[in-house]
């Protein structure tokens, strides 16, 4: 499963940089994960549930913003909403269109807690 391979690698990546900071525990991460790329947050929130047992992120919290795909024409430069990655300019039809944005996915931040609290 593609979301499971992303959660595995977003546990390792804040359980890393949680022990760097000497944390006891990692209590949330904040996902951007855009509408374009091909990540189902809902699904990724399961999947981290079961990467992350028995980690310092066991228990931490998940939020995603998810910004909406927006497109470019390469043509008339018109800026317009886009739902998948064959996207057609409403203005001049050309198909000649660059994603500018939604397909982001970052980790945004997380926030860990302190041992001896
Ligand atoms: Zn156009």
Redesign the pocket.
């Known amino acids: 499963m593609h979301e499971m391979s992303i959660a595995l690698s977003i546990v390792e990546a804040i359980v890393a940089k949680a022990r760097e900071e000497g944390a006891a525990k990692v209590s949330g991460v904040d996902l951007l994960i855009g509408k374009l790329a091909g990540i189902e947050p809902e699904s990724l929130k399961f999947c981290f549930a079961a990467a992350a047992k028995g980690t310092l992120a066991e228990h931490a919290l998940i939020t995603v913003e998810e910004p909406e795909g927006v497109g470019e ?1 390469g ?4 800026r317009f909403p886009v739902n998948f990655y064959y996207a057609e ?1 409403p ?4 198909l000649r269109i660059k994603i500018i944005s939604g397909e982001e996915f970052l980790i945004q931040s997380i926030t860990i807690e302190e041992k001896g609290e």
């Open positions: 024409c043509e008339c430069g018109k300019c203005q001049c039809r050309s």
